[in-house]
Nanobody, 123 residues
Framework: QVQLVESGGGLVQAGDSLRLSCVASGRTFSSYGMGWFRQAPGKEREFVAYITRSGNIYYVNSVKGRFTISRDNGKNTVYLVMNSLKPEDTAVYYC?????????????????WGQGTQVTVSS
């Protein structure tokens, strides 16, 4: 069992930056691929970024060049640094863990989810 707790969300202006953190419980964090998803009101949950167990990284096109995902296995933490934020980035952001590095953009592939953290970007 893995428990995930996100933090770092908030209300910012367009162009600002935020760093989201997701801390995982348990001793096997390094064995999980970690993803970030987001869900805006009235929309489906959307893949944002993924980092494999070995450190390979994938992003949705809309955040490439603005967002950076990273992980610190010693701290059981995955990060999402978000720069040049836009109003369309407004959503609840979730981190998620999966035991295998497959189909990382599909929410159904993930075994564990955090409770989410709200990011609101004003124009």
């Amino acid at each position: 069992q893995v428990q995930l707790v996100e933090s770092g969300g908030g209300l910012v202006q367009a162009g600002d930056s935020l760093r989201l953190s997701c801390v995982a419980s348990g001793r096997t964090f390094s064995s999980y691929g970690m993803g970030w998803f987001r869900q805006a009101p009235g929309k489906e949950r959307e893949f944002v970024a993924y980092i494999t167990r070995s450190g390979n990284i994938y992003y949705v096109n809309s955040v490439k060049g603005r967002f950076t995902i990273s992980r610190d296995n010693g701290k059981n933490t995955v990060y999402l640094v978000m720069n040049s934020l836009k109003p369309e980035d407004t959503a609840v952001y979730y981190c998620a863990a999966q035991g295998g590095d497959t189909s990382y953009a599909q929410a159904s592939r993930y075994n564990y989810w955090g409770q989410g953290t709200q990011v609101t970007v004003s124009s």
